[in-house]
């Protein structure tokens, strides 16, 4: 995720979300705030299971994503220092393994404050987090679209269990058909 958004106005909707965010909590990721960032707005959400707060604000989004500190990385900053001659300096960010089956994230590494007659170059590093949790089976059609001739007999339609192997339970889906420009009886 990359955004561009006016500092006061993310402060006050941060600061706002985070009201309902209880300090001490037994359940860490109600401790958390998620960012989210697409479709030229950025979306704060915070929670304690009985309160939801949702502030939604214009940006600039260079790069649609979300991930949440301290639910799928711990948040760092601090200083690299080089000495005369050194090329390469490696700091860490932590990766939190959630054990949460959802899509890949993402959060972006920003540098900021150069100094001893140096410039920024790259300025900024999009950083993906790879989901390594298994996916539920999925439900899919067979076809994109399925024909009939109106000649009184019933269509099947077809639906597809893919199994990714790990799951141990039953699934069931409910569907409903409805009018396209076709009546129902």
Known sequence: MKINVERGAFLKALGHVQSV??????????SNVLIQAAKGQVKLTATDLDIEIVESLPADVLRNGSATAPEDYSARSGTLNFADGQTTKTFTIPITNDGTAEPNESLTV?????????VLGTATALVSITDNDANPDQLEFEA???????????????V????????????S?????????????
Do not use: K
Request: cysteine-free.
């Open 21 to 30: 965010v209880e300090r001490r909590n037994t359940i860490p990721i109600l």
């Open 110 to 118: 920003t540098f900021s404050n150069p100094t001893g007659g140096v």
């Open 144 to 158: 994109g679209s399925y024909t009939e001739t109106e000649n009184g007999v019933f269509l099947d339609v077809v």
């Open 160 to 171: 597809r269990r893919f199994d990714n192997g790990l799951s141990t339970e039953t699934g």
């Open 173 to 185: 889906v409910t569907f409903t058909a409805s009018n396209g420009t076709a009546g129902m009886r």
